[in-house]
């Protein structure tokens, strides 16, 4: 369960808790209560078997969305997934900045960067090419601990890693360098926290022109005319 199924059900616990005490002062009869108690927990668990969990963070979004801060979180992630994308020569086609526009695009989260090719087989792919789409997943993670010093979002780019790395039969690479699942983690966090340091300028350049809602071509251009020349090539 991630955690905006978690946050959602802990507000409707509350909100559920908060209604049986004060509804016989309403009137409300508990049979009432009872029912739309059995309703709510029916649809978390209909959300999260057949939506893998979509209608909440829709609902998260919607109450959230008055937030600056919380907005502000959602741009620095995907911005950070953006770059690192860009830096790694993994095609950018589109961005979202929101569970709306992410469900209309097929992503599961709050928001999302859509690439060119994204990898469901690791058979089909190099221990390389692996690597970078770790670090691609762990990028909007990185790019919020490094703003914000903590992370809220990224339960679906471990996922995604982790159904990966688990799956993974990396051409040519002999099994006994096969890394636990959490060593990859670190290390793909700590790469991209690496790269979004090394072109923090084009990083900032990036964040302003996402939340313009510039299209990706004009994204890009912020990062080329912002990036550090002196960085190393990843």
Request: hydrophobic content about 45%; overall charge negative.
């Amino acid at each position: 369960m991630n955690n905006t199924t978690l946050n959602l059900l802990a507000v409707s616990v509350f909100a559920l808790t908060l209604l049986s005490l004060v509804g016989p002062l309403l009137n409300i009869s508990p049979g009432a209560i009872a029912v739309v108690i059995t309703g709510c927990a029916g649809a978390i668990a209909l959300d999260r078997l057949s939506w893998q969990g979509k209608g909440a963070n829709l609902l998260l979004d919607i109450v959230s969305s008055q937030s600056s801060g919380y907005r502000q979180r959602i741009i620095h992630h995907e911005a950070g997934h953006f770059l690192v994308a860009h830096l790694l020569e993994i095609p950018v086609e589109s961005y979202t900045l929101s569970a709306w526009e992410g469900l209309k695009a097929g992503l599961p989260g709050l928001g999302g960067v859509i690439v060119a090719s994204n990898p469901t087989a690791a058979e089909l792919l190099s221990e390389q090419q692996v690597n970078r789409y770790c670090t691609l997943w762990m990028a909007g993670i990185a790019a919020e601990m490094q703003t914000f010093g903590t992370a809220h979002g990224g339960d679906d780019d471990k996922r995604q890693l982790q159904r990966l790395w688990q799956q993974a039969r990396l051409v040519g690479v002999p099994t006994a360098r096969a890394q636990a699942v959490d060593s990859q983690l670190r290390w793909a966090l700590l790469q991209a926290q690496t790269l979004i340091e090394q072109h923090q300028k084009a990083y900032c350049a990036l964040v302003e022109a996402m939340t313009n809602r510039h299209s990706v071509d004009i994204c890009i251009q912020h990062i080329e005319a912002n990036r550090s020349d002196s960085a190393p090539n990843p």
